[in-house]
């Protein structure tokens, strides 16, 4: 089993930035790809972007793509969601997520194994 915790959210105005933290626990942490995604009222748990095991590749969804960033810290067990430039449309409850299937599908929800609890963000207009 693995145990995912992400930061608290927050209300931000737009424009503005935010970085999500994941601490994980339980497991080896290099041994799963790790990603973001994020779900808004009424709507689907959308991909946000994914990172490899060792950290040199990394995946984005074209909606944040320029304005997010992903990294993991394997020594902290930690994988990081830093936003910028960010929009009313972002807005949304962030959850991360591990997989430790091989495939190359990161951006599909049911490819992975372990989630944490979500945290709220909020972008004002």
């Known amino acids: 089993q693995v145990q995912l915790v992400e930061s608290e959210g927050g209300l931000v105005q737009a424009g503005g930035s935010l970085r999500l933290s994941c601490v994980a626990s339980?497991?080896?942490?290099?041994?799963?790809?790790m990603g973001w995604f994020r779900q808004a009222p009424g709507k689907d748990r959308d991909f946000v972007a994914a990172i490899s095991r060792i950290g040199f590749n990394t995946y984005y969804a074209d909606s944040v793509k320029g304005r997010f960033t992903i990294s993991r810290d394997n020594a902290k067990s930690t994988v990081y969601l830093q936003m910028n430039s960010l929009k009313p449309e972002d807005t949304a409850v962030y959850y991360c997520a591990a997989k430790y299937k091989s495939s190359s599908d990161y951006y599909t929800p049911t490819e992975y194994d372990y989630w944490g609890q979500g945290t709220q963000v909020t972008v004002a207009s």
């Open positions: 339980g497991r080896t942490f290099s041994n799963y790809v």
